[in-house]
């Protein structure tokens, strides 16, 4: 079974350039999470989908970040435009359930991230 | 705001010791995950920890949960140099009393290193 897969793995811009950034999570997993770990710092929650809902984006930093799961299947984070500070790894997660629906449907499985680099 | 604090943050140590890892945690939460990460690879699912007194071994590793005292421990026996990797612990918060964000709140992780 695949994992969850992240696309790019790296990418290098510009500040003020757009970068797209792609998880597919595994297949049947309804939940998809988006986190972001800025060096130095905690890896930190982005937003949550459930199916093609967004389902909790309080971390979201600003309006430069939108994210989309058209079709509740693949998801993209997109960055426009990119600041410096927006440099980091970011990690896609997949679970099939969450919250109280079932203890060990609740466990989140990462892909490798995509690592940025606004310069 | 919930946080959750690891130590040591950085570890070096060598083959044969043993050595622990220790993640406090502000909520109430009683869903504690421990994850590992090799550079450029994904966070494995190590351990799940639902209840107060929970314990899991894996090999060299043994994970367990205070709830009271909002403290898991990870404990590493005997290490060997593929256990070197960093550690994340994380909480969910979800369906918890405060309303917290949907996601896990992770720890600044543990980089571990075990020299021969």
Redesign the interface.
């Known amino acids: 079974e695949a994992?969850?897969t992240q696309f790019p793995?790296h990418s290098v811009i510009e500040k003020g350039q757009t970068v797209t950034l792609r998880c597919d999570p595994i297949s049947g997993h309804d939940n998809l999470?988006w986190?972001r770990r800025v060096m130095g710092?905690?890896?930190?929650?982005?937003?949550?989908f459930v199916k093609e809902s967004k389902?909790?984006e309080?971390?979201m930093p600003n309006n430069r970040f939108l994210a989309e799961r058209t079709g509740g299947t693949y998801s993209t984070l997109k960055v426009q435009p990119a600041e410096l500070e927006d440099s980091g790894v970011y990690?896609c997660?997949s679970s099939q359930g969450?919250?109280?629906q079932g203890?060990?449907k609740?466990?989140?499985?990462?892909?490798?991230?995509t690592r940025l680099s606004v310069l | 705001e919930l946080k959750?604090e690891q130590n040591p943050l950085f570890l070096s140590m060598q083959e044969g010791k043993n050595y622990t890892i220790y993640c406090n945690y502000s909520t109430t939460s009683d869903?504690l995950?421990w994850?590992r990460q090799d550079p450029?690879?994904?966070?494995?699912?190590l351990f799940?920890l639902?209840s107060n007194g929970a314990v899991k071994q894996e090999g060299r590793l043994m994970a367990s949960l205070d709830t009271k005292a909002r403290l898991s421990t990870l404990h590493i026996t005997a290490a060997v140099h593929d256990l070197s990797a960093t550690y994340?612990c994380?909480v969910?918060s979800?369906?918890d009393s405060g309303g917290g964000?949907?996601?896990?709140?992770?720890?600044?992780?543990t980089h571990l290193i075990i020299q021969p």
Do not use: M
């Not at chain 1, 609740?106 to 991230?113: D, K, P, T």
């Not at chain 2, 450029?40 to 699912?45: A, C, D, I, P, Q």
């Not at chain 2, 964000?101 to 992780?109: Q, R």
């Open positions: 994992g969850v793995s999470y986190y710092k905690e890896i930190k929650f982005l937003l949550h389902q909790d309080s971390g990690f997660a969450c919250g109280t203890l060990a609740n466990i989140q499985y990462f892909g490798a991230g | 959750v869903r995950y994850y450029g690879k994904s966070l494995e699912s799940v639902l994340f994380a969910d979800v369906g964000a949907d996601g896990l709140t992770f720890g600044k992780g």
